[in-house]
C-alpha cells in the first residue's frame, strides 16, 4: 500500500548554479528507504519539501491519502499540521531545556508524557533526564532527538544524515538504535544518507540521486552491488602529490580518510593535476580483508 | 527628588511599552518575507540619527491641539498630549525604539533556523515557538534591549523638552531640572541631581554588564 506518492519540481541554488531537483516516486507504508547520493545534490532540500519547510515550484504530495501539496490546487499544509517527526544533522536540540524538558515540549497530550520514562529507558538515557543538551555526548544527543521525533507517533520519520557527525562506535550503536525503533514503530522512513555500510545496514530500498534526479532505485544489493562495482577494486580520490621518480612517477591520493601513494606512468597522469579527482582501481589482483583491532582505529 | 522620581516612573513605564512593542516589531523585521519592510526597518532607526528636537517638534505639531490628531483625541477622548506625561511617554517611546527593537533584532537574526523548524515539526505555532524556545534562547538580547531602552529614556533632554515642557511635577525630569537649575544659579541643586543620575545610571550598566558577563546564567 502506497504511504508516500510524490511528484515535484524545486528550484536549487548550488555552487555549480541554478539546479532544478525534480522527482517522482511512491513509498509504501512501513518502508525504511534511503536518498543516496553526493552533498548539493539535493537529499536535504527533498526531505525538506516534505516536511514544508520550503516549497517546491510545482508539484504534488500525498501522504496517507492527505493531500499535503498541490500547485494547481493552491493547496499547501502547514508543517505543524503534517505531522512528521525530522531529526536534523545538527540535532536541534533545545539548549535551554533539560533532556525531559525537551521531550515534553514535543508531547502533545497527557498520555504521551506518560511514555518518556519508558523511551528514556530503551533507549539508554536513564540518569540523563536533567542534563542539558550541551551536557551530553552527540550520540546521547541524537537519540533524544529520535525519542522526540517519535514521540508523538508522527506519520512518517524523516532523517537527515543524523549519524554523519557521530564517531563510528555511537555511529553503529544509534544505526542498532534506528533499526530497533522503526521495528517497533513501524513508521514509514527515509533516511538521507551518503554512508554506503549505513544504507546497506539499514535499509530494503534506495533512490540514488544526482543532480536533482533519481538515476537508479532498487535494494542496495541492486543499486550497488550489481550495476556499480562488479566485483572489482575501486574507490574515488584526490590528488595530493605528483613525484617524478625515474621513468614512473609517485602520485599521493587522499582516499576517504587514508592516504595512499600508487606509481603511474607519464601517460597515465597526463592531464591531472593536484586537486584532482581520480578513480583508483585494481584489476590483477584480488585485495585482502582484514579486520581491524578494537582500538586501533 | 520629585524630577528623579517622575525620570524613573518615565523609564519604567516607556520600557514595559518598548518590549511589548518591540519583540514583535523586531520578529517582523528578521522574519517578514514582505519587500517593503526595509522601509520599517529605516523608520525604527530614524531617532538614531535625528536631533531629538527634529522628533520633538515634529510631535508638538502633529499632537498640537489646533491640528487634526490632536484636536481629535483632546475632544473625543479627552487626552492632551502636549505638555503632559503622556507626550512625555509617547515621545519617549518613539526616540528610544531601535535601542529596545536593534538588540533584539540582531539576537533574532543569531538564531539558529533549525531549531525553529524542529520546533514547527513538532507541531508548535509560531507563536509557542517564539515564546517557549526562541525568547528564552536570546535573554542576553532581550536585557541588552530592556536595560538600553531604559538608560536611553532617563538620559533625554532635547524630545521631552520639545513636546513637554518644564512642567513641575508633571513633565520636569531630572535632566530638564539640572537645565532649569543652572539657569536659576542653583548650582548646588544641580550637583545633587547631577550626581545622583550619574550614580544610578552607572549602577545599571555595571550590573548589566557584570551580569553579561556571567553569561546570565542566573536567569
Same mark, same amino acid.
Given at each position: 500500500?502506497?504511504?508516500?506518492?510524490?511528484?515535484?519540481?524545486?528550484?536549487?541554488?548550488?555552487?555549480? !548554479?541554478?539546479?532544478?531537483?525534480?522527482?517522482?516516486?511512491?513509498?509504501?507504508?512501513?518502508?525504511?528507504?534511503?536518498?543516496?547520493?553526493?552533498? #548539493? @545534490?539535493?537529499?536535504?532540500?527533498?526531505? %525538506?519539501?516534505?516536511?514544508?519547510?520550503?516549497?517546491?515550484?510545482?508539484?504534488?504530495?500525498?501522504?496517507?491519502?492527505?493531500?499535503?501539496?498541490?500547485?494547481?490546487?493552491?493547496?499547501?499544509?502547514?508543517?505543524?499540521?503534517?505531522?512528521?517527526?525530522?531529526?536534523?544533522?545538527?540535532?536541534?536540540?533545545?539548549?535551554?531545556?533539560?533532556?525531559?524538558?525537551?521531550?515534553?515540549?514535543?508531547?502533545?497530550?497527557?498520555?504521551?508524557?506518560?511514555?518518556?520514562?519508558?523511551?528514556?529507558?530503551?533507549? !539508554?538515557?536513564? #540518569?540523563?533526564?536533567?542534563?542539558?543538551?550541551?551536557?551530553?555526548?552527540? #550520540?546521547?544527543?541524537?537519540?533524544?532527538?529520535?525519542? %522526540? @521525533?517519535?514521540?508523538?507517533?508522527?506519520?512518517?520519520?524523516?532523517?537527515?544524515?543524523?549519524?554523519?557527525?557521530?564517531?563510528?562506535?555511537?555511529?553503529?550503536?544509534?544505526?542498532?538504535?534506528?533499526?530497533?525503533?522503526?521495528?517497533?514503530?513501524?513508521?514509514?522512513?527515509?533516511?538521507?544518507?551518503?554512508?554506503?555500510?549505513?544504507?546497506?545496514?539499514?535499509?530494503?530500498?534506495?533512490?540514488?540521486?544526482?543532480? #536533482?534526479?533519481?538515476?537508479?532505485?532498487?535494494?542496495?544489493?541492486?543499486?550497488?552491488?550489481?550495476?556499480?562495482?562488479?566485483?572489482?577494486?575501486?574507490?574515488?580520490?584526490?590528488?595530493?602529490?605528483?613525484?617524478?621518480?625515474?621513468?614512473?612517477?609517485?602520485?599521493?591520493?587522499?582516499?576517504?580518510?587514508?592516504?595512499?601513494?600508487?606509481?603511474?606512468?607519464?601517460?597515465?597522469?597526463?592531464?591531472?593535476?593536484?586537486?584532482?579527482?581520480?578513480?583508483? @582501481?585494481?584489476?590483477?589482483?584480488?585485495?585482502?580483508?582484514?579486520?581491524?583491532?578494537?582500538?586501533?582505529? | 527628588?520629585?524630577?528623579?522620581?517622575?525620570?524613573?516612573?518615565?523609564?519604567?513605564?516607556?520600557?514595559?511599552?518598548?518590549?511589548?512593542?518591540?519583540?514583535?516589531?523586531?520578529?517582523?523585521?528578521? &522574519?517578514?518575507?514582505?519587500?517593503?519592510?526595509?522601509?520599517?526597518?529605516?523608520?525604527? /532607526?530614524?531617532?538614531?540619527?535625528?536631533?531629538?528636537?527634529?522628533?520633538?517638534?515634529?510631535?508638538?505639531?502633529?499632537? /498640537?491641539?489646533?491640528?487634526?490628531?490632536?484636536? &481629535?483625541?483632546?475632544?473625543?477622548?479627552?487626552?492632551?498630549?502636549?505638555?503632559?506625561?503622556?507626550?512625555?511617554?509617547?515621545?519617549?517611546?518613539?526616540?528610544?525604539?531601535?535601542?529596545?527593537?536593534?538588540?533584539?533584532?540582531?539576537?533574532?537574526?543569531?538564531?539558529?533556523?533549525?531549531?525553529?523548524?524542529?520546533?514547527?515539526?513538532?507541531?508548535?505555532? /509560531?507563536?509557542?515557538?517564539?515564546?517557549?524556545?526562541?525568547?528564552?534562547?536570546?535573554?542576553?538580547?532581550?536585557?541588552? =534591549?530592556?536595560?538600553?531602552?531604559?538608560?536611553?529614556?532617563? =538620559?533625554?533632554?532635547?524630545?521631552?523638552?520639545?513636546?513637554?515642557?518644564?512642567?513641575?511635577?508633571?513633565?520636569?525630569?531630572?535632566?530638564?531640572?539640572?537645565?532649569?537649575?543652572?539657569?536659576?544659579?542653583?548650582?548646588?541643586?544641580?550637583?545633587?541631581?547631577?550626581?545622583?543620575?550619574?550614580?544610578?545610571?552607572? /549602577?545599571?550598566?555595571?550590573?548589566?554588564?557584570?551580569?553579561?558577563?556571567?553569561?546570565?546564567?542566573?536567569?
Amino acid at each position: 500500500m502506497i504511504m508516500i506518492k510524490l511528484r515535484f519540481k524545486k528550484q536549487m541554488h548550488t555552487p555549480q !548554479g541554478q539546479e532544478w531537483l525534480d522527482v517522482d516516486l511512491n513509498i509504501a507504508r512501513g518502508e525504511f528507504v534511503t536518498l543516496f547520493g553526493e552533498s #548539493g @545534490a539535493g537529499k536535504t532540500t527533498f526531505l %525538506r519539501v516534505l516536511a514544508g519547510l520550503t516549497d517546491p515550484q510545482e508539484g504534488h504530495i500525498e501522504v496517507d491519502g492527505e493531500v499535503w501539496f498541490d500547485s494547481q490546487k493552491k493547496i499547501n499544509r502547514r508543517i505543524q499540521k503534517r505531522k512528521v517527526g525530522f531529526i536534523f544533522q545538527e540535532n536541534a536540540l533545545f539548549p535551554h531545556m533539560t533532556v525531559r524538558e525537551n521531550l515534553e515540549y514535543a508531547c502533545g497530550d497527557k498520555k504521551t508524557k506518560g511514555s518518556i520514562e519508558e523511551w528514556i529507558v530503551s533507549l !539508554g538515557l536513564k #540518569g540523563l533526564e536533567d542534563q542539558k543538551p550541551d551536557k551530553i555526548s552527540g #550520540g546521547q544527543k541524537q537519540r533524544v532527538a529520535l525519542i %522526540r @521525533a517519535l514521540i508523538n507517533r508522527p506519520k512518517i520519520l524523516l532523517l537527515d544524515e543524523p549519524l554523519s557527525d557521530l564517531d563510528i562506535p555511537s555511529r553503529m550503536n544509534l544505526q542498532d538504535e534506528i533499526i530497533k525503533a522503526f521495528q517497533k514503530s513501524n513508521i514509514t522512513t527515509i533516511l538521507v544518507s551518503h554512508d554506503l555500510s549505513e544504507v546497506f545496514k539499514l535499509s530494503k530500498k534506495i533512490f540514488v540521486i544526482e543532480q #536533482g534526479k533519481i538515476i537508479r532505485s532498487g535494494s542496495p544489493q541492486e543499486v550497488f552491488v550489481n550495476n556499480n562495482f562488479s566485483g572489482k577494486f575501486k574507490f574515488t580520490g584526490e590528488i595530493i602529490e605528483i613525484h617524478k621518480d625515474g621513468v614512473l612517477n609517485i602520485v599521493t591520493l587522499s582516499i576517504g580518510n587514508n592516504l595512499t601513494k600508487v606509481m603511474a606512468s607519464d601517460e597515465e597522469i597526463a592531464g591531472l593535476a593536484i586537486g584532482s579527482k581520480v578513480i583508483v @582501481a585494481a584489476k590483477a589482483f584480488n585485495p585482502l580483508i582484514l579486520p581491524i583491532k578494537k582500538g586501533t582505529l | 527628588m520629585q524630577p528623579l522620581f517622575l525620570t524613573f516612573q518615565l523609564a519604567v513605564i516607556v520600557t514595559a511599552i518598548l518590549f511589548v512593542l518591540g519583540v514583535p516589531l523586531a520578529y517582523w523585521i528578521v &522574519f517578514s518575507k514582505n519587500r517593503f519592510k526595509y522601509i520599517i526597518e529605516t523608520l525604527v /532607526s530614524m531617532p538614531l540619527v535625528l536631533p531629538p528636537t527634529v522628533i520633538g517638534f515634529y510631535l508638538l505639531v502633529v499632537f /498640537s491641539p489646533t491640528n487634526f490628531l490632536g484636536h &481629535f483625541l483632546e475632544t473625543y477622548l479627552g487626552v492632551r498630549v502636549v505638555f503632559s506625561f503622556t507626550g512625555l511617554v509617547i515621545g519617549s517611546v518613539i526616540f528610544s525604539l531601535p535601542f529596545m527593537v536593534n538588540p533584539i533584532k540582531a539576537g533574532l537574526e543569531s538564531f539558529p533556523l533549525t531549531l525553529m523548524e524542529a520546533s514547527y515539526c513538532l507541531g508548535k505555532s /509560531s507563536w509557542e515557538t517564539l515564546r517557549r524556545v526562541i525568547l528564552p534562547n536570546i535573554k542576553p538580547a532581550l536585557l541588552t =534591549g530592556l536595560v538600553m531602552a531604559f538608560a536611553h529614556t532617563i =538620559g533625554e533632554f532635547g524630545v521631552v523638552l520639545m513636546i513637554g515642557g518644564n512642567i513641575p511635577g508633571e513633565t520636569r525630569l531630572a535632566s530638564i531640572a539640572i537645565y532649569n537649575e543652572v539657569e536659576a544659579l542653583n548650582y548646588d541643586t544641580a550637583g545633587l541631581y547631577a550626581l545622583l543620575l550619574v550614580s544610578i545610571s552607572f /549602577s545599571i550598566l555595571l550590573v548589566f554588564y557584570y551580569l553579561n558577563r556571567k553569561s546570565l546564567k542566573i536567569f
